[in-house]
């Protein structure tokens, strides 16, 4: 049975008292944490050609800050390690949501990138792409202590909040480069490109005590951490981690780097073989002492803060004849064509309504990032990449006729991709980021009303739809409602800007020893019907065209449930429903 995957959620509920007359005072709170993660023994390094540490460079932390404005509280950890499949960072949300009730929307778990830092849980992606980097075993006792150790200091950051104030502002840095070296038969490999794309922008969030006191800082900026080569086999947080230690020397706190879009970007000293030969050290003047001059350009912090939190999924297509890893499998499905997809996490954080930050698994190419900060609504956007796992390089669509590495090796994705992922990423940027109001009580599945987009899709989600009866079950992990008895049904308030007839197209899962149950689609009197097919488990995800329904044009009530409700049995895992107008009337 499938229910070992259902994770049962804690959500947090805040009860305000109003006497009357007299509006809630909601005051914001915020701590900084830092624990070392340093490994005592020899370990596998992560980031290139498999090899064993030899010693310690330089140690490496967990740096973490919590924030709480009333209503909700937001955790944000920064590691120094370099990549991690996103199923390593389900389990801990997991953790965090069964002992701590803390929603996996409100935890954001960035990589620094550094690539001389160990390796964490499975390698997911990565070992598709080099699996000759992979033969040992996964070490799952250095895992462990990873895990814990981030755990204990949410616990502790969360026990640690004060009043606080926080500040916002930019700077700038020309610590890195474009590494896509071009030559003269237009083919791309790794070296350095100065004429290339670049984004050189820090982004940076000041945390202060009620009485104006740092707290921590939390600098945002594109650089690949591989200052240091393969043949350096010490610990290393590289240039991420030297930065951060220089700047905690100077100020007294904790500062959190949260690399950017660096899927194109090297240290302007790159892939050296000890730390002098990389002029290491330069970069606490080349990109910390650019971080401690914005800092100093801070001059307004606030305490009326407010934080909205989102995600949103984006469905783009897999490379062809591209495999996949079994621990990822809730990150693809199967098209009605046939096509695998790629399910790609989005993830927001709105503070106030001046400041968006947008989060991505993946080594994003800059011009992405640099074009959404232009056009973002909010006059402070930032980018976090290697957020919350790892899904490969995602480079523009012009990049892929140049080849190279980060096109050919290591990119689960299409030239399509950066379409995709603009549209959506500006789209709820300019809708549901600035519709929302921040700072209100917020859980996994939030029922809304269902508008259709620019070209008219109406996409019924598990996220957007309310579950109704006692034993349906919203499954976070899996962006899914999962069917415990026949007599549970989903119901979605659809606004419908066409009368007409519209393509229904089924997203589910199902085990083979559970198919063929018969379900039903109703809007109004209009009813469509069929047999739930076989998805091969209840981990794959399949999409099909179910058949033809008209549509009222208005707002109207679209309900999913089984045709024969009075049957004790389960149905099926329920994604989605698209509705595509086909023809109108």
Same mark, same amino acid.
Request: charged letters at 25%; hydrophobic letters at 40%; aromatic letters at 10%.
């Given at each position: 049975?499938?229910?070992?995957?259902?994770?049962?959620? !804690?959500?947090?509920?805040?009860? !305000?008292?109003?006497?009357?007359?007299?509006?809630?005072?909601?005051?914001?709170?915020?701590?900084?944490?830092?624990?070392?993660?340093?490994?005592?023994?020899?370990?596998?390094?992560?980031?290139?050609?498999?090899?064993?540490?030899?010693?310690?460079?330089?140690?490496?932390?967990?740096?973490?800050?919590?924030?709480?404005?009333?209503?909700?509280? $937001? @955790?944000?950890?920064?590691?120094?390690?370099?990549?991690?499949?996103?199923?390593?960072?389900?389990?801990?949300?997991?953790?965090?949501?069964?002992?701590?009730?803390?929603?996996?929307?409100?935890?954001?778990?960035?990589?620094?990138?550094?690539?001389?830092?160990?390796? *964490?849980?499975?390698? #997911?992606?990565?070992?598709?792409?080099?699996?000759?980097?992979?033969?040992?075993?996964?070490?799952?006792?250095?895992?462990?202590?990873?895990?814990?150790?981030?755990?204990?200091?949410?616990?502790?950051?969360?026990?640690?909040?004060?009043?606080?104030?926080?500040?916002?502002?930019?700077?700038?840095?020309?610590?890195?480069?474009?590494?896509?070296?071009?030559?003269?038969?237009?083919?791309?490999?790794?070296?350095?490109?100065?004429?290339?794309? =670049?984004?050189?922008?820090?982004?940076?969030?000041?945390?202060?005590?009620?009485?104006?006191?740092?707290?921590?800082?939390?600098?945002?900026?594109?650089?690949? #951490?591989?200052?240091?080569?393969?043949?350096?086999?010490?610990? /290393?947080?590289?240039?991420?981690?030297?930065?951060?230690?220089?700047?905690?020397?100077?100020?007294?706190?904790?500062?959190? !780097?949260?690399?950017?879009?660096?899927?194109?970007?090297?240290? &302007?000293?790159?892939?050296?073989?000890?730390?002098?030969?990389?002029?290491?050290?330069?970069?606490?003047?080349?990109?910390?002492?650019?971080?401690?001059?914005?800092?100093?350009? &801070?001059?307004?912090?606030?305490?009326?803060?407010?934080?909205?939190? #989102?995600?949103?999924?984006?469905?783009?297509?897999?490379?062809?004849?591209?495999?996949?890893?079994?621990?990822?499998?809730?990150?693809?499905?199967?098209?009605?064509?046939?096509?695998?997809?790629?399910?790609?996490?989005?993830? @927001?954080?709105?503070?106030?309504?001046?400041?968006?930050?947008?989060?991505?698994?993946?080594?994003? !190419?800059?011009?992405?990032?640099?074009?959404?900060?232009?056009?973002?609504?909010?006059?402070?956007?930032?980018?976090?990449?290697?957020?919350?796992?790892?899904?490969?390089?995602?480079?523009?669509?012009?990049?892929?006729?140049? +080849?190279?590495?980060?096109?050919?090796?290591?990119?689960?994705?299409?030239?399509?991709?950066?379409?995709?992922?603009?549209?959506?990423?500006?789209?709820?940027?300019?809708?549901?980021?600035?519709?929302?109001?921040? /700072?209100?009580?917020?859980?996994?599945?939030?029922?809304?009303?269902?508008?259709?987009?620019?070209?008219?899709?109406?996409?019924?989600?598990?996220?957007? +739809?309310?579950?109704?009866?006692?034993?349906?079950?919203?499954?976070?992990?899996?962006?899914?409602?999962?069917?415990?008895?026949?007599?549970?049904?989903?119901?979605?308030?659809?606004?419908?800007?066409?009368?007409?007839?519209?393509?229904?197209?089924?997203?589910?899962?199902?085990?083979?020893?559970?198919?063929?149950?018969?379900?039903?689609?109703?809007?109004?009197?209009?009813?469509?019907?069929?047999? =739930?097919?076989?998805?091969?488990?209840?981990?794959? $995800?399949?999409?099909?065209?179910?058949?033809?329904?008209?549509?009222?044009?208005?707002?109207?009530?679209?309900? $999913?449930?089984?045709?024969?409700?009075?049957?004790?049995?389960?149905?099926?895992?329920?994604?989605?429903?698209?509705?595509?107008? *086909?023809?109108?009337?």
């Amino acid at each position: 049975m499938k229910r070992f995957r259902l994770l049962l959620s !804690f959500l947090l509920l805040f009860t !305000f008292k109003l006497t009357s007359g007299q509006e809630f005072k909601r005051e914001f709170k915020a701590s900084a944490v830092k624990i070392d993660i340093t490994p005592k023994e020899p370990k596998m390094l992560l980031g290139y050609a498999a090899r064993k540490s030899t010693g310690i460079h330089d140690r490496i932390y967990h740096r973490i800050v919590a924030m709480d404005d009333g209503v909700k509280q $937001f @955790f944000l950890v920064s590691t120094d390690i370099c990549v991690m499949s996103p199923s390593e960072y389900d389990h801990v949300a997991s953790l965090l949501e069964k002992e701590l009730g803390i929603d996996p929307e409100n935890f954001w778990w960035t990589l620094t990138h550094t690539h001389s830092a160990p390796e *964490v849980g499975v390698p #997911g992606l990565p070992e598709l792409f080099m699996g000759d980097r992979y033969k040992h075993e996964v070490d799952t006792a250095y895992t462990s202590l990873v895990e814990q150790s981030l755990i204990k200091g949410i616990i502790e950051a969360r026990g640690k909040l004060v009043k606080a104030k926080l500040g916002v502002g930019w700077g700038f840095s020309q610590a890195n480069v474009n590494r896509r070296a071009i030559d003269e038969n237009g083919k791309a490999s790794l070296g350095l490109n100065p004429e290339g794309a =670049v984004d050189r922008k820090i982004g940076l969030l000041r945390l202060e005590h009620e009485d104006g006191s740092a707290m921590a800082l939390i600098a945002n900026y594109a650089i690949h #951490g591989t200052v240091l080569g393969p043949a350096h086999t010490e610990i /290393s947080g590289d240039a991420p981690g030297i930065v951060s230690d220089y700047v905690e020397q100077k100020l007294g706190v904790p500062l959190l !780097f949260i690399n950017g879009a660096a899927g194109n970007l090297a240290p &302007i000293y790159s892939v050296y073989p000890n730390p002098k030969a990389g002029h290491l050290s330069q970069f606490k003047v080349l990109l910390g002492d650019k971080i401690l001059e914005a800092n100093k350009e &801070i001059v307004n912090s606030r305490s009326d803060i407010k934080l909205f939190t #989102g995600s949103h999924i984006i469905e783009t297509p897999r490379k062809p004849n591209l495999s996949w890893p079994k621990d990822l499998s809730r990150y693809t499905q199967t098209s009605s064509s046939g096509m695998h997809m790629v399910l790609l996490p989005a993830r @927001f954080l709105k503070i106030n309504e001046e400041v968006a930050i947008w989060s991505l698994p993946v080594e994003l !190419f800059c011009e992405i990032s640099n074009e959404i900060r232009d056009r973002s609504p909010f006059p402070f956007t930032f980018f976090y990449g290697y957020t919350n796992g790892w899904l490969g390089y995602l480079p523009t669509e012009k990049e892929w006729k140049y +080849g190279g590495y980060e096109v050919e090796t290591v990119s689960p994705y299409t030239p399509i991709v950066e379409k995709h992922l603009k549209e959506a990423i500006l789209g709820y940027l300019e809708g549901e980021m600035k519709s929302n109001i921040s /700072s209100q009580p917020q859980s996994n599945n939030k029922p809304s009303l269902v508008r259709a987009d620019a070209g008219g899709l109406l996409r019924l989600s598990a996220r957007n +739809g309310k579950g109704i009866s006692p034993n349906i079950k919203y499954m976070p992990e899996w962006w899914a409602f999962g069917w415990f008895t026949n007599s549970d049904r989903v119901e979605w308030d659809v606004e419908v800007e066409l009368d007409g007839d519209y393509q229904a197209e089924l997203v589910w899962s199902v085990s083979d020893k559970e198919a063929g149950t018969e379900y039903l689609l109703e809007a109004g009197k209009k009813k469509l019907s069929g047999v =739930v097919d076989r998805s091969g488990s209840w981990e794959t $995800f399949k999409s099909k065209n179910i058949g033809i329904i008209p549509l009222k044009q208005g707002i109207q009530k679209i309900v $999913f449930r089984s045709k024969e409700p009075a049957i004790k049995s389960v149905l099926l895992d329920l994604r989605e429903i698209k509705l595509s107008p *086909v023809s109108n009337k």
